[in-house]
């Protein structure tokens, strides 16, 4: 067990809709980043905030948006469903970006089924 | 356009064997390289290589970074049947801000 949670496990929706996914980091670390991970894709690296404030994006579609909570826990939010979007979402933490380098922990994914 | 690549995609061996997973990359502002195993869940930090030549080793596994080359080798010696997964190899660029990871080699282990 990493120590990051994310909920939902399964998410089952139509297209067109909009859903929230919800990632609570390691205790201590403020960094959370996101991926999307699909067959055909790897993972790839969604977008990456640290403290409340966005650091880096990825290839993230406009669709999907994140923010990072006070209390450090993240949400991603994607919109506009399509059956392309289907996938396994990761959330990782990690105590912060900076001069040293440090590794990254993932939750257990939320799977995104888009019918 | 930063990328990582592993090779090889597939392996299929007999415990016992020792395998070698290779990951090359080409990325600006390169800060560290990271390996992990993913069995049908999440990922599962393995090492994390920041300098050159230094190996990291946990039990069977071991892995060395070569920045000169650009490439890291992860290496499994007496393979089991639980290290059957697949292999992921990731390099963090900008102070961490970024991730890059490979689409990983799959690695199966017959009894």
């Known amino acids: 067990d990493s120590g990051v949670t994310q909920t939902p496990k399964h998410l089952i929706t139509a297209t067109g809709q909009r859903v929230t996914l919800r990632c609570s980091p390691r205790?201590?670390?403020?960094?959370v980043y996101w991926y999307q991970q699909s067959l055909d894709q790897g993972l790839q690296f969604l977008i990456h905030?640290?403290?409340?404030?966005?650091?880096a994006k990825g290839n993230i579609l406009e669709r999907f948006s994140a923010q990072q909570f006070p209390d450090l826990h993240s949400e991603l939010n994607l919109s506009s469903l399509e059956l392309g979007d289907s996938a396994l979402y990761f959330c990782?933490?990690?105590?912060?970006?900076?001069?040293?380098?440090?590794?990254?922990?993932f939750g257990p994914g939320t799977r995104l089924t888009v019918t | 356009e930063d990328k990582v690549v592993q090779s090889p995609l597939s392996l299929v061996v007999h415990e016992g064997d020792t395998v070698t997973l290779n990951c090359s990359y080409e990325?600006?502002?390169?800060?560290?390289l990271l390996w992990y195993k993913q069995e049908k869940k999440a990922p599962t930090f393995l090492f994390m290589l920041?300098?050159?030549?230094i190996e990291k080793k946990s039990g069977r596994l071991s892995s060395i970074l070569d920045k000169k080359e650009l490439f890291s080798i992860l290496n499994i010696t007496a393979t089991q049947t639980g290290d059957s997964a697949v292999y992921l190899c990731?390099?963090?660029?900008?102070?961490?801000?970024?991730?890059?990871f490979g689409t990983g080699t799959s690695l199966t282990v017959i009894p």
């Open positions: 990782a933490s990690s105590p912060r970006p900076g001069l040293l380098a440090y590794e990254q922990y």
């Open positions: 205790s201590g670390d403020l960094s």
């Open positions: 905030y640290y403290n409340g404030e966005e650091r």
């Open positions: 990325v600006t502002n390169f800060r560290s």
């Open positions: 920041t300098s050159s030549g």
């Open positions: 990731a390099v963090s660029v900008d102070t961490g801000n970024q991730f890059y």
